[in-house]
């Protein structure tokens, strides 16, 4: 059994919050406990599937009274409350006689002292012994959480923590959490720019109100530039729009098509994507497609679009585009529901939204997927740039971070 330093026993509570656990031990024993350490953990499931986030608090108790304290459960049940009671009542009525006898009344307080030491030796074999965990481990896990890691990628490193470190190393937080800070770089893939012979089919896929559109446009005049500052010839490029949902979209990407003098076509089913890619493929370099955005449950009208993208000869490099402001759970459920389109890499929108990016490496770690651009505004061609380990590391909120290691170990941003 755990006790404190000073000797006292340590216990356990779970809750499905901070707050579960605070208002359970308040109806327990009021004010007279105090909440030693809280950790995240996940409860229930099927061999790892179905599992719920749950908070669990460890405590100990104050001094209550003179010479006792309210305890757990099994330390308070009726059982003991009434064996207690009745052997105490017993013992006074028995001492009554003669209770101004010294002898007696010692004998009445060595009973109940044995007593109450038997009870603590029944509570001590009833709660489990709690795991003690390291200052820097525990610290480790509050940084992560607080730049929106998921629990599952937080018990990953404090699990690794636990194994790798010593407890001399452990002791050096500047050195773990620098080991840490390398730990998560490892875990972020970042996808590498390929090749490709004309034509070069790029689609953009992703839920509603990512910035699909705005993005699109973005790569093609990144594609532009680039052929220039390498002094290569303009790339012949078109538009495809297969976007029914969004009142305007057609129109907004016809605008963007009109400054950088890119045709734009408009497609509603297979026939049309077909009919547009063999007539201009031996003299286009490379179609963009712009898809429909659809709720991310929305199962059925996903199926349909990747329907209308089916086409053999496409060879298609395929982007999901995902905003940095979405939550862990609701990205791995947009990742799911895409899987139809088998793209191999994502573009991470709205990063002027936010600066917490542990949600995005948590998920995209999870399910293996590699990063290709970031987008951190509205204009084109500028708000958009290619993918690095730094800029998600660089953002890491409490974390000491050395730019210089950062840039050897992982390249430059």
């Known amino acids: 059994m755990n006790t404190d330093d000073r000797g006292e026993p340590v216990f356990t509570l779970q809750g499905k ?17 105090q909440i030693l350490n809280k950790k995240q953990i996940l409860l229930g499931g099927f061999l790892g599937f179905g599992q719920k986030e749950a908070i669990e608090v460890t405590y ?3 001094p209550y009274g003179i010479s006792r304290r309210p305890t ?9 409350s009434s064996d207690f009671q009745r052997n105490r009542d017993e013992l006074l009525r028995n001492a009554s006689g003669n209770i101004d006898s010294i002898k007696q009344v010692a004998q009445v307080k060595q009973s109940v002292e ?50 790798e470190f010593s407890l001399d190393q452990l002791d050096d937080f500047d050195f773990v959490e620098k080991t840490v800070v390398d730990w998560i770089g490892e875990t972020i893939s970042i996808h590498s720019q390929k090749t490709f012979r004309p034509p070069h089919v790029i689609i953009l896929v992703g839920p509603t109100g990512v910035g699909k559109t705005t993005t699109i446009a973005k790569i093609a005049a990144n594609l532009i530039l680039s052929a220039r500052d390498n002094g290569n010839e303009r790339p012949q490029m078109r538009f ?39 007539q201009y493929r031996d003299m286009t370099d490379a179609f963009l497609i712009d898809t429909s955005g659809y709720s991310p449950n929305d199962a059925v009208n996903i199926g349909q679009m990747r329907s209308v993208l089916d086409l053999d000869d496409l060879h298609a490099d395929v982007y999901l585009a995902l905003s940095a402001t979405t939550k862990a759970r609701d990205l791995s459920n947009i990742i799911q529901n895409y899987e139809p389109f088998n793209f191999k890499s994502v573009i991470i929108t709205k990063c002027d939204e936010t600066k917490q990016y542990g949600n995005v ?48 170990k992982f390249g430059v941003k």
């Open 240 to 278: 495809i729009s297969i976007d029914k949902t969004r009142v305007g979209a057609l129109e907004q990407l016809r605008n963007y098509g009109e400054i950088m003098e890119v045709p734009v076509d408009k497609a509603e089913t297979l026939d049309d994507v077909k009919t547009i890619y063999n």
């Open 17 to 33: 919050n901070y707050d579960d656990c605070k208002a359970q031990l308040w109806k327990k024993y009021g004010e007279d406990y």
């Open 361 to 408: 490496i948590s998920v995209l770690h999870e399910k293996r997927k590699s990063i290709s651009y970031i987008t951190d505004g509205q204009k084109v061609p500028k708000n958009i740039q290619k993918a690095s380990v730094s800029y998600f590391l660089m953002f890491l909120n409490d974390f000491k971070i050395d730019r210089t290691h950062i840039d050897d």
């Open 114 to 163: 044995e007593l109450k030491d038997l009870l603590k030796q029944k509570l001590e074999m009833s709660v489990a012994a709690t795991p003690s965990k390291h200052p820097s481990i525990q610290k480790i896990e509050e940084m992560l959480e607080h730049n929106e890691f998921s629990f599952s990628y937080i018990s990953e490193i404090s699990k690794r923590m636990a194994s």
């Open 60 to 62: 100990t108790l104050r």
């Open 72 to 80: 757990p459960d099994s330390y308070r049940s009726e059982t003991y």
